[in-house]
């Protein structure tokens, strides 16, 4: 065959089983299956605060793996004081980064093992989530966790449910329409919302639990940010606390979460939401939410709630403008680094009108785009308001990553 006439393609997928599936079917050995692999996986690792002597011998030690390090222009000369350095390298380069660290001073060394640690994190996120008496699988499919909002001003469904036999006939039509986690609120944590007493939001929430305790497929998650609104839904068969504050509005509700064995949704959040939206303000945004989150996460577990047992949630709309929702939403996939299950609730948010100019109602299609965008950065679960469109979206975007990594 003349040399111009081979049939040559670009190959743009980037999925590592879809690449590994096509190595196979051109005949490459398992084990150079799995070296090529990692040669085909760049991965980009981000560290701030590093002094200019430091940036100097992560540039040299990623040089002399055969990666690189992007430093400040001026780290060179000593300057500046702290900057943020990036290191770029195939992952087969990446695992002899800790040796290759081991003997270097500026805290290096521990730098190594904290890198090779993380990137095993957001190479296998974990797919089930501890619950009392078991496990919710998130290994199947992403879940869909439908929103019920049995209160008189929520932002899009307020007034709608909150009688308790239409929100318990609510919550088994969003069963049916695929929905793998009901989470039930009674307390609207809209910009601006005024706090409700604890009394008021258990009077709200109560029957629709009672109604539905032990009947459902699925799990109960309560949406709530406090700890006797949480142990009283416990007690009547929730199994997730979802609490928009990372559980910081009550001091009670990591041991009420701990003692249970529940799950915890710990969410982002600047400010709390009666004062969110005045002026929320970052540096970087998704640095920022990914370290609070980290931090956070640590001081629960030291609390006693279970590793097995937190998903984390960057927050969408609590305290950030049109662009952080953006930023975190294009990024989404950077909060793998924390270990965690991911969930997002994008669903009908002001991002969505402030750029299509649709009501709350009319904001499915535009969440559509911030859905996929969560799929593809590994987010496990979106809580929505448009449960049936969503999970047939889910349905048929999975049946897609299918195709490439096995097809
Ligand atoms: N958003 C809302 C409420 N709870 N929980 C998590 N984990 N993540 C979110 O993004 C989230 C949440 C706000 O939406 P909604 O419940 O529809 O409205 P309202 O707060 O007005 O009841």
Request: hydrophobic fraction near 45%; aromatic fraction near 4%; proline fraction near 6%.
């Amino acid at each position: 065959m003349p040399h111009d006439r081979y049939p040559v393609r670009i190959v743009t997928t980037r999925d590592p089983a879809a690449l590994a599936r096509r190595l196979a079917a051109a005949g490459v050995d398992p084990y150079g299956v799995e070296a090529i692999r990692r040669k085909a996986e760049i991965a980009i690792v981000r560290i701030d605060g590093v002094g200019a002597p430091a940036a100097n011998v992560l540039k040299q030690q990623l040089l002399s793996l055969g990666g690189d390090a992007a430093v400040h222009r001026d780290a060179i000369r000593g300057a500046p004081e702290r900057s943020t350095v990036y290191l770029v390298a195939d992952r087969r380069r990446f695992d002899r980064l800790p040796e290759k660290l081991a003997g270097q001073p500026f805290g290096l060394a521990a730098l190594g093992e904290t890198v090779a640690r993380l990137l095993a994190a957001a190479d296998r996120p974990p797919l089930s989530v501890r619950i009392p008496g078991g496990e919710l699988d998130l290994s199947a499919r992403p879940l869909v966790m439908g929103i019920l909002n049995v209160t008189p001003d929520s932002f899009s469904d307020g007034g709608a449910w909150l009688d308790p036999d239409r929100a318990a006939g609510r919550a088994r039509a969003m069963v049916a329409e695929g929905a793998g986690i009901v989470d039930i609120g009674g307390e609207s944590t809209r910009p601006g919302a005024a706090p409700v007493s604890p009394e008021e939001e258990l009077a709200r929430v109560r029957p629709v639990l009672e109604r539905l305790a032990g009947t459902l497929p699925v799990p109960l998650s309560i949406d709530t940010r406090s700890s006797a609104v949480a142990r009283a839904a416990i007690d009547l068969g929730a199994a997730i606390v979802n609490d928009v504050s990372g559980l910081r509005h009550d001091p009670a509700m990591a041991g009420v979460v701990a003692r249970a064995g529940a799950a915890a949704v710990v969410m982002h959040m600047q400010g709390t939401p009666d004062t969110m939206q005045r002026d929320p303000r970052y540096e970087d945004v998704v640095s920022e939410v990914v370290d609070w989150l980290g931090r956070r996460t640590d001081e629960l577990r030291a609390e006693g709630i279970d590793a097995r047992s937190i998903i984390v949630d960057p927050g969408i709309g609590f305290g950030k403008r049109l662009e952080h929702n953006l930023a975190l939403l294009a990024e989404i996939g950077d909060l793998r680094t924390l270990g965690f299950p991911i969930l997002v609730g994008h669903s009908r948010k002001a991002f969505i009108g402030s750029l299509t100019g649709r009501e709350p109602a009319e904001r499915a299609s535009g969440g559509f785009a911030a859905l996929a965008r969560c799929l593809a950065g590994g987010a496990r679960i979106v809580r929505v308001h448009d449960v049936r469109e969503t999970a047939d979206f889910i349905a048929v975007w999975q049946a897609i990553e299918r195709a490439g990594a096995s097809g």
